[in-house]
């Protein structure tokens, strides 16, 4: 009778185990999947950011080459009072008339 108890013990111990070890490999198969859709997730974001910083670095190429034209722009604009520079756009195109003046050798000047 003992043995018979001692059997029925052992039985549901196992039929426990066996429960529990089901439980804890349906638990980790979940895990796994949610792992490799993490995977998945994670790699789809990193060629996103990829994508984003070569846009951000064409940008701002972009943008250098722009303050680039506007500071050569301004440049031509500059003015050195010291060389007496007028800028450009103060600049008046003015000729004034030549006189001609006959001198007394008939030439003109």
């Not at 796994?32 to 859709?37: A, F, G, S, V």
């Not at 846009?55 to 500071?71: H, Q, Y």
């Not at 050195?80 to 030549?98: A, F, H, L, Y």
Request: glycine share 4%; charged share 35%.
């Amino acid at each position: 009778m003992e043995q018979e108890e001692c059997l029925v013990k052992l039985e549901k111990t196992v039929v426990n185990l066996l429960a529990s070890y089901k439980e804890v490999k349906q638990e980790n198969n979940l895990l796994e999947n949610r792992l490799m859709q993490s995977k998945r997730d994670l790699a789809a974001l990193q060629e996103r950011l990829d994508l984003l910083y070569e846009e951000k670095s064409t940008v701002l190429k972009r943008v250098d080459a722009v303050i680039g034209s506007i500071e050569k722009w301004e440049e031509s604009f500059a003015v050195d009072p010291s060389k007496g520079d007028v800028p450009d756009s103060e600049k008046v195109i003015t000729q004034e008339p030549r006189q001609h003046v006959l001198t007394l050798d008939g030439g003109t000047s």
